[in-house]
């Protein structure tokens, strides 16, 4: 699987729209871009997933450039509930496919108030 | 939906003994499993998928006689750690994938189970 570049952490100010980017220069055809993010001392949590359109669902919006070299997790209004650690990774398949989840360092995200 | 629960959630053992963690998926049917461990300010490694009715598959560098994991059923899989040692010591984290509800292949991952090795 295709290995992803992620800032170490964020601030972000509480209402406002947190963008956390993630490079992913290697990736193939077939690899779809997920994000998790891990709270502290919790299991990961699932936002989204994406292959090269545009998503958007009632936590998070994806936005993938054309190129598919990068993409960026939109939190439209973030809350102090956001505060965690999000995982940008890349892997194959989305639906039957096989793939294992590759967690890397992510990006601390830190929401003030 | 896509909940997936681990037991238990915290554990003191101590040093030669064993302690097993299961993880079930409690509102859709699993036919894979994932177990993770994650040390502190460390990301989450992946030690092993399970699949069920068949051994599991390990990660290299991960003692598959030390982890001993079954996955008798759809909503059910178990780690046993064997002879744990105080190294053992970590947080140790389930995941399925949801194959047959939405079919979207979604991995959903439980709250984790934090083992102390005394």
């Known amino acids: 699987d295709a290995k992803t570049t992620q800032p170490p952490s964020m601030d972000c100010a509480e209402g406002r729209a947190a963008n956390l980017p993630c490079n992913h220069s290697?990736?193939?055809?077939?690899?779809?871009v997920y994000w998790y993010r891990q709270i502290h001392s919790q299991g990961p949590q699932y936002i989204i997933h994406g292959l090269k359109n545009n998503e958007t669902n009632e936590m998070a919006s994806l936005i993938i450039t054309e190129d598919r070299k990068s993409s960026t997790l939109i939190l439209p209004h973030a809350t102090l509930r956001d505060t965690a650690v999000y995982y940008c990774?890349?892997?194959?398949?989305?639906?039957?496919?096989?793939?294992?989840?590759?967690f890397g360092q992510g990006t601390i995200l830190t929401v003030h108030p | 939906g896509a909940v997936v629960s681990q037991h238990p959630s915290w554990v003191i053992c101590k040093s030669g003994t064993s302690v097993k963690i299961e993880c079930r998926s409690l509102d859709f049917q699993a036919t894979t499993m994932f177990w993770y461990r994650q040390f502190p300010k460390q990301s989450l490694m992946l030690m092993a998928t399970?699949?069920?009715?068949?051994?599991?598959?390990?990660e290299q560098g991960v003692e598959k006689d030390k982890f001993l994991i079954n996955h008798a059923s759809l909503t059910l899989s178990t780690l046993t750690v064997t002879s744990a040692h105080p190294e053992d010591s970590s947080f140790y984290i389930c995941?399925?994938?949801?194959?047959?509800?939405?079919?979207?292949?979604?991995?959903?991952f439980g709250p984790g189970t934090r083992l102390t090795v005394t």
């Open positions: 290697t990736i193939s055809g077939n690899e779809y």
């Open positions: 990774i890349v892997r194959v398949g989305g639906g039957t496919s096989y793939g294992k989840l590759t």
């Open positions: 995941s399925a994938r949801d194959l047959i509800g939405t079919g979207s292949g979604e991995q959903y």
């Open positions: 399970s699949n069920e009715g068949s051994k599991a598959t390990y």
